[in-house]
Nanobody, 122 residues
Framework: QVQLVESGGGLVQAGGSLRLSCAAS????????MGWFRQAPGKAREFVAG????????SYADSVKGRFTISRDNAKNTVYLQMNSLKPEDTAAYYC???????????????WGQGTQVTVSS
């Protein structure tokens, strides 16, 4: 099972940017699809973005399309989430996840990180 550690969260003003990173253990990172999810207080966890094993295909929630970009570097065992034009409603704990099948909101993600907090002030 892959171990995942997120970093890069913090406090940013609306309109600002952050880049989240998720470092994975193990030598099989390139065989996993990867995803980013978020959960705000009192709300259900929601899919943000996903990326295929090779990085050639991506999927995004409608709420972040055009603002967020998911990418991966298989040589570094790391997946990234570049977040631009941040809004207060993006405030949440962000989690990365690894899976074997698919990279969309209904994909079977099996391993999860501990999360990193993103707070966007208005």
């Amino acid at each position: 099972q892959v171990q995942l550690v997120e970093s890069g969260g913090g406090l940013v003003q609306a309109g600002g940017s952050l880049r989240l990173s998720c470092a994975a253990s193990g030598r099989t990172f390139s065989t996993y699809s990867m995803g980013w999810f978020r959960q705000a207080p009192g709300k259900a966890r929601e899919f943000v973005a996903g990326i295929s094993w090779s990085g050639g295909s991506t999927s995004y929630a409608d709420s972040v399309k055009g603002r967020f970009t998911i990418s991966r570097d298989n040589a570094k065992n790391t997946v990234y989430l570049q977040m631009n034009s941040l809004k207060p409603e993006d405030t949440a704990a962000y989690y990365c996840a690894a899976g074997y099948t698919g990279w969309g909101p209904r994909a079977d993600f099996r391993s999860w990180g501990q999360g990193t907090q993103v707070t966007v002030s208005s």
